[in-house]
């Protein structure tokens, strides 16, 4: 019997070769940084290097949770990813049925194209392009604005418009890529089901709440596991990008905190505690959708 | 109770409304950006563009291909996206297609290590240490290294694999005494257009827009890839060294942000039509559970 797996590995030996370096990669540049996420229990220097650094138990934890900005930062992030999942969410999926529903091929076309396009802009164009439009002076928003006598707006240098802005912006950006994946799931239901709800004299929007939704569902809780996993992790590139020093009482996230004080300031040791309460607070939310979505429904990550 | 004809009319005039609806307010933007960057910049100051150019000129662009960083960032760009492409699809295809194979022993472990890659990172801190330490700092290498391999785009290709070749054609060649390697040359790769087109694509827009690897990473400024150059002009307002009198200046560093959004994305664009029938299929093999 072992002897036989071991023939049947040896005759294969050209698949590992080929592994052999993706595989490498993975354990340098993915499985290495893990190992080097020690550094936040101890204090690292250069000079001693990750494994001999001395360690300082929870020291930087504590540092991190008992700081003035720690509930200010966990409330942006949390905040900013509660906002973009409650809007960013639903409109892919509103929009797919948009599409599916368009009678016009042609027309279908057109807004599929034309919806996945911004998907292919840097955030550095996006963040331009809101700094064009929603300049206080020249910015087509603030013309807008003006036309019904109201006063011009610095948008991107308000706290209080940031995560509006972010949002907004994302859904526009990203809601026909996000789109194409329901799509797929709704064209691979059966069109019989179609037939025979119209039969029984359903109405179009009864079909879509009844035939339509039920067959996209497994689709759409897979999509919303995954990104509940990536709770913490929402949009730093562009976080960053859209922060000045008038914004970022809102616009502060744990991780452009991490950038900041960790890259910048070379605080390794106290960002990378910061960096791993990020990580665990989604491995953990990510366990617990996944488990509650394979206990109640029929689909789950594993 | 309405009749179902009027129904439906109904419902298609909705339908047809908010769609139209969507594309606006998809498209206006970036017609507006394409106005205003082929128009005079004192219209472009004084707001009068709504839609369409006003007073059309070129002068925009000529400012932009003037500029020294803005040609340098493009040849940075190019060469990132090229040999940073070439990388992923090379390495991508390497692990995707063992682990497509059924019959190699200890795919399960490997899929794993991959796997959980996706779910539980070492996190930013870590990683520029690790990249730090390799002496990748201010090298093109820090470029295209670090992000060799994104695992979706891996499991998304295998999946491709396991599902569009069929196994007996692979089998029947193995019989006939042709190797692995040969037979992913010879007869996957082949039949894989579609996926490798649009790994391309995933890849290659990937590092166009690259930008935060750079920020950290590099240092010197001739290494800079174009979304850096893009991110001084239009984020941090510094492209004072374009125009020539102190009024026309002004003028035009605001008008030369629209040009050089489209002399930017432009590539990215151009390339998208004919990619675009692939991906939909790309994305759609992603969503298969494999």
Known sequence: MQGKLLRRMLTRYDLYLLLLVPMVWYIV?????????????????????????????????????SSYYFWQLLWN???????????????????????????????????????YMPHFLSLIVIIGMLNIFLDPITGMVNRVLAVFGMDPVDFMRKAEWFQTIFVGSGVWQNMGWGSIIYLAALSS????LYEAAKMDGASRMRRIWHVSLPGILPTIIILFILQIGSWMDVGFEKALLMQNPINAERSD?????????????????????????????????????????????????? | MPSRAADEKWFNFLIYGIA?????????????????????????????????????????????????????????????AGAGTLVNIALTVMAAYPLSRKDLPGRQIFMFLITFTMFFSGGLIPTFLLVKSLGMINTAWAMIVPGAIATYNLIVMRTFFQTSI?????????????????????????????????????????????????????KDEHLYPLQLVLREI?????????????????????????????????????????????????????????
């Open chain 2, 20 to 80: 139209t609806i969507t594309l606006v307010i998809v498209l206006y933007p970036l017609v507006f950006v394409l106005s205003a960057s082929f128009s005079n910049p004192e219209k472009v100051a004084d707001g009068s563009i709504w839609l369409l150019p006003q007073g059309l000129t070129l002068e925009p662009y000529r400012k932009v291909f003037e500029n020294e960083s803005i040609w340098t960032g493009y040849a940075n760009t190019l060469f990132y």
């Open chain 2, 166 to 218: 069929p196994v007996e054609l692979q089998e029947s060649a193995w019989l006939d005494g042709c190797s692995n390697i040969r037979l992913l040359i010879r007869i996957v790769l082949p039949l894989s257009k579609p996926i490798l087109a649009v790994m391309v694509l995933f890849y290659g827009v990937g590092h166009w827009n690259a930008w935060f690897n750079a920020l950290i990473y590099l």
């Open chain 1, 253 to 302: 996230i744990i991780a452009t905190f991490v950038y900041k004080t960790g890259i910048q300031e070379g605080q390794y040791s106290y960002t990378a505690a910061a960096g791993l309460f990020n990580s665990v607070v989604d491995f953990i939310l990510l366990l617990l959708v996944n488990g509650y979505a394979r206990r109640k429904t029929e689909s789950s990550l594993w």
């Open chain 2, 234 to 290: 239009l984020i941090l307002n510094q492209s004072d060294d374009i125009g020539a009198g102190m009024s026309e200046r002004v003028l035009m560093s605001e008008s030369i942000k629209y040009s050089v959004i489209i002399v930017s994305s432009v590539p990215v664009l151009l390339i998208y039509p004919f990619i675009q029938k692939y991906f939909v299929q790309g994305v759609m093999i992603g969503s298969i559970k494999g």
């Open chain 1, 29 to 65: 540049f993915k499985y290495y940084p893990m190992y080097g996420l020690q550094i936040a229990f101890k204090d690292f220097s250069p000079s001693q290097g990750i494994w001999d650094s001395s360690w300082v138990g929870l020291k930087h934890f504590d540092r991190f949770f």
């Open chain 1, 77 to 115: 992030t949390v905040s900013l990813s509660l906002y973009s999942l409650i809007v960013g969410f639903p409109i892919p999926i509103l929009l797919a049925l948009l599409i599916h529903e368009t009678p016009s091929r042609k027309f279908k076309k057109w807004l599929q194209n034309a919806t």
């Open chain 1, 189 to 192: 239901i059966d069109p019989t």
